[in-house]
């Protein structure tokens, strides 16, 4: 499966940005979806999962309540919904996708599948 981010950009703190995740292939909905970040100098992390059905989903806790994932597999593609944003949310955002009914992982180390990544920027 390939995937495509898009939706970054240069924000205020306390703005809201969407990012979407658009996958190729017919079997988007057998896959968990996934969104990671990575920070100049950081480890990439694990923000936001959600199953194959969108029944169930996990976040960081730092992002609890301001971020909401959510997927369309109408559409094949996952979004994250950020508000609330903070200068400490900057990163470059990466979807990712792994291919299991189950829970998905939080580990940057079980996706299967990476898209390119979009720069999100928060100015305080």
């Known amino acids: 499966v390939q995937l495509q981010a898009s939706g970054g950009g240069l924000v205020q703190a306390g703005g809201s940005l969407r990012l979407s995740c658009a996958a190729s292939?017919?079997?988007?909905?057998?896959?968990?979806m996934g969104w990671f970040r990575q920070s100049p100098g950081k480890e990439r992390e694990f923000v936001a999962v959600?199953?194959?059905?969108?029944?169930?989903?996990y976040y960081r806790s730092s992002v609890k309540g301001r971020f909401t994932i959510s997927r369309d597999n109408a559409k094949n593609t996952v979004y994250l919904q950020m508000n609330g944003l903070k200068p400490e949310d900057t990163a470059v955002y990466y979807c990712?996708?792994?291919?299991?009914?189950?829970?998905?992982?939080?580990?940057?180390?079980?996706?299967?599948?990476w898209g390119k990544g979009t720069l999100v920027t928060v100015s305080s």
């Open positions: 990712a996708a792994e291919k299991t009914l189950a829970t998905p992982t939080m580990s940057v180390y079980g996706m299967d599948y």
């Open positions: 959600i199953n194959w059905s969108g029944g169930s989903t």
């Open positions: 292939g017919r079997t988007f909905s057998s896959y968990g």
